[in-house]
């Protein structure tokens, strides 16, 4: 029965790494259709949530069914409940990832993104896939030192968010209100997605280490220039 009951929480986990890997595939295609504005893949990236959805659902069944079985205490009821977490952390990051192809859909036969933010926007999509799949190596491995690089990974996200804001907010915008608006939220859905992969890694150092990833790094309080003033 105990062989069994690990078995079940090795199956989690694989279960896991499998919604990491779909959504990181899908952001990837989103970002493709969006940039091609290619309505066969936005479509295809929008049908593919489903299979990210059910695994969601069928990680909780079985999680909560394990919870009810064999009542896990200590380390063992940290990894079901930290799955459960990551479980929706990845979801929510399918749906980014299908909200970024619904765009496409959206525009098609346009193209949603002015010219001038393809290269950023580019960088983002390829920046996210990177960091979901450095989250599925961290589940997999159960690094710690690679879950807190994560956070660190997450700033170059944060940056080209800001590039985003600065065209937007440049005088020489010539896009008009509806472009402006759609280049805003897929800002927001690329900032958002990288901070689920970041989620995900910092449960894993809870999982393996019993304490919050935060506690962990080092708070370094950032440069203001207004010292000795």
């Known amino acids: 029965m105990r062989d069994a009951y690990h078995e079940e929480l090795d199956s989690i986990g694989d279960s896991l790494v499998d919604m990491a890997r779909l959504v990181g ?9 969006i940039l091609d504005g290619d309505l066969k893949l936005a479509e295809s990236v929008i049908e593919s949530d489903q299979k990210v959805d059910e695994l969601h659902h069928d990680l909780e069944a079985r999680a ?18 930290t799955s459960l977490r990551m479980s929706a952390d990845l979801e929510r990051s399918g749906d980014l ?28 999509g390829q920046l996210a896939q990177r960091l979901m799949a450095k989250a599925a190596e961290v589940i997999i491995t159960k690094d710690v030192d690679l879950a807190l690089q994560l956070e660190q990974d997450d700033d170059e996200m944060d940056l080209l968010h800001r590039t985003i804001f600065q065209h937007l907010l440049d005088d020489r915008w010539k896009h ?16 958002r997605y990288a901070d689920h992969a970041v989620a995900v890694a910092k449960r894993v150092v809870f999982l393996v280490t019993g304490e919050h990833a935060d506690d962990l790094q080092p708070d370094i309080q950032p440069v203001t220039g207004t010292e000795g003033v």
């Open 25 to 33: 595939s899908a952001i990837g295609r989103a970002t493709t259709a």
């Open 64 to 81: 909560i069914a394990l919870l009810a079985r064999q009542q896990p205490v200590a380390t063992d009821l940290r990894i079901v409940v």
């Open 97 to 124: 990832a299908q909200h970024v192809a619904k765009l496409a859909r959206l525009r098609y036969p346009a193209n949603a993104i002015p010219q001038d933010l393809h290269a950023t926007v580019l960088e983002m």
């Open 176 to 191: 008009g209100i509806e472009t402006a608006v759609d280049v805003t939220l897929l800002g927001r859905y690329y900032e």
